[in-house]
């Protein structure tokens, strides 16, 4: 294990709300020392405190120890330059002011990184990237996320069996083939050191035109896809790996690609619950980790001309209480131009968060956005209850996934087992037959 805090002396402090830790509290970004910041959370009454589940307590004890600096790097997820955690990279240098991606995570005391085939060689390469990463974390572990949806998008296909996409799994009709391919996705993912995948496509695309969803999603009936997306949920979670349902309210009636413009989603709220919404209500159901939001504009749902990242009619009154999620969200990457049309790299960042969003995906500045969040929080922008929300559901996904006080290190040898075993290449044949 790559440890942090005993699993013991978590629960001591859990249970006798003891103080402290071992990084200070006061630690700026940079390393320095900063004043104290101020802390507004209430307290909990003793009826409150005994009412948590030791879980509940466990995370709260985590929380209790975060400086707000702490805080907000728990949001952040960034793409990192190196294979390894102590690779120096010009790149790492110019975008975040450090050399390394073990003093970038230092730095903004990160809350996870995001993994890209820049970033793998080898088994044996990303299972010390990944182990080196988490030793970088210090005290809380990272979500160390990559997009593994096999097919089109596939992050680690360099290493990983060449499962069929989506849309082949779809067109099988058969939700247990859904199932077993995200299990075995999970179990390669997670013999990497990898904990959370930005999958599966919960997108119904029922747009041929459509240039950035098509194969990547089950298809375009809305029942088939909820069916499909609802079992894979189930599978990464056989595995022990985080599930992200993407991209919220809908993305598959578009034809425009949201990397290089602002999608316009006309669907009115009905269609919108006949279409849209099927596929992310099952996931909710199966128990997915995220959700992850999408850069479109859909102005029947909210009527600003904001993209759903940064809508709080979306994401905060459609999917937290409609729908009554209560997961992560995740923002797409911020990025991509669809979300970057109206708002600086800064207020992009902290209206995400004003909107519900918890984990701040791949920021196009991270400095400035990591700057201004902290800004907005100090100034009541963004009051320190809500940062706390957000922090606690990332955290807790952590302690659900066993991340909350240590990582598991990675093996190469069993990941070598894994990977592109015999009984998963029967997996991906088995799909690709049936899917004729």
């Known amino acids: 294990m790559l440890r942090r805090m005993g699993t013991a002396g978590l629960l001591m402090i859990a249970l006798t709300a003891c103080g402290g830790g071992d990084r200070p509290a006061n630690a700026s970004p940079t390393g320095g020392k900063a004043a104290p910041p101020a802390r507004t959370t209430p307290q909990p009454t003793p009826s409150q405190a005994a009412a948590r589940t030791p879980a509940q307590s466990a995370v709260q004890a985590v929380l209790s120890k975060m400086s707000v600096q702490e805080k907000v790097g728990q949001l952040f997820m960034p793409v990192l330059y190196g294979t390894a955690a102590d690779t120096v990279s010009g790149e790492n240098q110019a975008r975040y002011g450090a050399q390394t991606p073990a003093k970038v995570i230092a730095k903004y005391h990160l809350g996870g990184v995001i993994l890209f085939p820049h970033n793998i060689k080898t088994i044996g390469q990303v299972v010390g990237l990944t182990n080196g990463l988490q030793r970088a974390a210090e005290d809380v572990p990272l979500l160390v996320g990559t997009d593994q949806e096999n097919g089109l998008v596939s992050r680690m296909a360099a290493l990983m069996t060449d499962f069929p996409g989506a849309s082949e799994i779809g067109a099988t009709k058969d939700p247990e083939l859904s199932r077993a391919v995200a299990r075995a996705t999970g179990l390669e993912l997670r013999a990497l050191g990898v904990n959370l995948d930005f999958a599966p496509v919960a997108d119904v695309n029922v747009n041929p035109k459509n240039p950035v969803i098509g194969p990547r999603a089950f298809g375009a009936d809305p029942r088939r896809v909820a069916t499909m997306v609802a079992a894979a949920v189930k599978g990464f979670g056989e595995a022990k790996v985080g599930a992200t349902a993407k991209h919220f309210p809908g993305h598959g009636d578009t034809d425009v690609d949201s990397h290089s413009g602002l999608p316009v989603i006309k669907h009115t709220k009905a269609e919108w619950e006949k279409i849209d919404a099927p596929p992310f209500k099952a996931a909710i159901e199966a128990g997915v980790d995220a959700v992850m939001s999408a850069h479109i504009v859909f102005p029947k749902l909210d009527s600003s001309g904001d993209p759903a990242t940064l809508s ?33 790299d800064g207020e992009i960042a902290v209206r995400a968060v004003l909107a519900g969003a918890d984990l701040l995906l791949m920021p196009n500045d991270l400095p400035r956005a990591y700057q201004a969040v902290l800004s907005a929080v100090k100034s009541g922008r963004i009051s320190e209850r809500r940062l706390d929300q957000s922090v606690t559901r990332l955290l807790t996904l952590k302690q659900h996934r066993g991340l909350l006080t240590e990582a598991r290190a990675a093996s190469a040898t069993e990941a070598a087992r894994v990977l592109r075993s015999a009984e998963h290449r029967r997996l991906a044949a088995k799909v690709a037959r049936e899917a004729r």
């Open 312 to 344: 709080k009619p979306i994401l905060t009154g459609l999917l937290r209480e409609r729908l009554g999620f209560d997961g992560v969200i995740s923002t797409d990457a911020l990025n991509m131009d669809g979300v970057r049309k109206k708002y600086n």
